[in-house]
């Protein structure tokens, strides 16, 4: 599992903790990196791994599954509202980042499992299925699965569907 925007490592250090699956992190964020890798290592957490980076530094062959909970929308904030001004942060890198999220879903494989909650900016490519959606708090935990035809994805796609993928 990729968590996109890992930020401190919550998400993956309790996924890992709780499952038998590996949990990935990526950040951009050095400083929330090392904390994250620091937390797993003091609560004994081996499955939960971080990268300092961002989606240029992982493949999506690399994953069975991803999760978004809007990694790029800081981009979109005042600067008073950012969390820090350790990383450069714009409206084009906003898109650029939504553009290759995009890009690395394209490539994952049939199968792939990708959690939204609150959209990762973009729509998501040709071929995934909504296979659930749950409300959540102030949005909706959205379960994409990655289908082998896009006829299929279509044909399987519920009325709103334009609606849903921009959440």
Same mark, same amino acid.
Not at 1 to 27: R, W, Y
Not at 86 to 111: C, H, I, K, W, Y
Not at 122 to 139: H, I, T
């Given at each position: 599992?990729?968590? !996109?925007?890992?930020?401190?490592?919550?998400?993956?250090?309790?996924?890992?903790?709780?499952?038998? $699956?590996? =949990?990935? *992190?990526?950040?951009? &964020?050095?400083? =929330?990196?090392? @904390?994250?890798?620091?937390? %797993?290592?003091?609560? *004994?957490?081996?499955? %939960?791994?971080?990268?300092? *980076?961002?989606?240029?530094?992982?493949? $999506?062959?690399?994953?069975?599954?991803?999760?978004?909970?809007?990694?790029?929308? +800081?981009?979109?904030? @005042?600067?008073?509202?950012?969390?820090?001004?350790?990383?450069?942060?714009?409206?084009? &890198?906003?898109? $650029?980042?939504? +553009?290759? $999220?995009?890009?690395?879903?394209?490539?994952?494989? !049939?199968?792939?499992?990708?959690?939204?909650?609150?959209?990762?900016?973009?729509?998501?490519?040709? *071929?995934?299925? #909504?296979? &659930?959606?749950?409300?959540? &708090?102030?949005?909706? #935990?959205?379960?994409?699965?990655?289908?082998?035809?896009?006829?299929?994805?279509?044909?399987?796609?519920?009325?709103? @569907?334009?609606?849903?993928?921009?959440?």
């Amino acid at each position: 599992m990729l968590d !996109v925007g890992s930020g401190v490592g919550k998400f993956c250090i309790v996924g890992a903790a709780s499952t038998d $699956a590996t =949990f990935v *992190g990526i950040e951009h &964020r050095g400083h =929330f990196v090392d @904390l994250a890798r620091d937390t %797993a290592c003091r609560v *004994g957490v081996p499955s %939960a791994h971080f990268v300092h *980076g961002t989606l240029d530094a992982v493949h $999506a062959s690399d994953f069975d599954a991803f999760y978004f909970f809007n990694p790029f929308e +800081e981009n979109l904030w @005042l600067s008073s509202d950012q969390l820090d001004d350790t990383v450069p942060l714009s409206n084009g &890198r906003f898109f $650029a980042d939504v +553009e290759r $999220a995009q890009g690395m879903l394209s490539q994952a494989r !049939v199968g792939t499992r990708v959690v939204t909650y609150h959209g990762f900016g973009g729509v998501m490519p040709a *071929g995934y299925v #909504l296979s &659930r959606r749950e409300p959540q &708090r102030s949005g909706f #935990l959205n379960l994409w699965i990655k289908t082998d035809s896009v006829t299929r994805c279509i044909r399987s796609a519920p009325d709103d @569907l334009p609606r849903l993928l921009v959440g």
